[in-house]
């Protein structure tokens, strides 16, 4: 079973703080995804990573790709109330043919 | 987004019943996938298409699931019959190829009673 782990499962900050989710698996992705979602909608793509080693920025958001592709780091700098929701990494495993398996999200707070 | 139509958005039925949930699809995808979210597990993968053919049901949790995709637009998740622990938010989303964007319905929130 590939099981992909995200952590914090729950994380609740101040604004202006900054913060740290990770992903980690002990299987190698061919690429993986970060999602954010909002109640009531689906999951909305952020970034895609694919090169072990790949740091990717998205204004305040950073991404980066372990160098064995077997993890993943999203930062978030001076977070803002608007950054609030849901969190989800996703992989695409190597060799397999199963797609996208989520992590178990991260639940982010700001608060003003 | 626009791209995936699921209905019904929210469906409340009593145990024991049939539950049909539906989702339409913009052209052009190669890969449709069904999701069951839930606070205790995620967002766990059910079944996935490729090219309306049915790739990977591992994530079926029983044979009172099942999944249909009679054409490119349009897919079907059953539930016969349904039981309180089916009660979640099921998703459908869809890829135009492999290792791209995955774009995800609204979510049809089920709650069997």
């Known amino acids: 079973t590939q099981l992909l782990e995200q952590s914090p499962q729950f994380l609740s900050i101040q604004e202006g703080e900054n913060l740290t989710v990770y992903c980690n698996s002990s299987?190698?992705?061919?690429?993986l995804q970060w999602y954010r979602q909002e109640p009531g909608e689906g999951p909305v793509l952020l970034v895609t990573?694919?090169?072990?080693?790949e740091v990717k920025k998205l204004k305040r958001l950073t991404f980066q790709f372990g160098d064995a592709r077997k993890d993943s780091s999203l930062h978030i700098t001076a977070a803002q109330p608007g950054d609030t929701g849901l969190y989800l990494c996703?992989?695409?495993?190597?060799?397999?043919?199963?797609?996208?398996?989520f992590g178990s999200g991260t639940q982010l707070t700001v608060l003003p | 987004d626009a791209g995936v139509i699921q209905s019904p958005r929210h469906e409340v039925t009593e145990m024991g019943q049939e539950v049909t949930l539906r989702c339409k699809p913009i052209?052009?995808?190669?890969?449709l996938f069904w999701y069951r979210q839930t606070m205790m597990r995620g967002l766990e993968l059910l079944i996935y298409?490729?090219?309306?053919?049915?790739?990977?049901d591992s994530g079926m949790p029983e044979d009172r699931f099942s999944a249909k995709m009679p054409n490119a637009s349009f897919s079907t998740l059953k539930i016969q019959p349904s039981e309180p622990r089916d009660s979640a938010v099921y998703f459908c989303?869809?890829?135009?190829?492999?290792?791209?964007?995955?774009?995800f319905g609204q979510g049809t929130r089920l709650t069997v009673v």
């Open positions: 989303a869809i890829r135009v190829l492999r290792y791209t964007e995955a774009f």
């Open positions: 299987s190698v992705f061919s690429s």
């Open positions: 990573v694919v090169t072990g080693g």
């Open positions: 996703a992989g695409d495993y190597s060799g397999s043919a199963r797609q996208l398996t």
């Open positions: 052209s052009g995808h190669d890969y």
């Open positions: 298409f490729n090219n309306n053919v049915p790739i990977d």
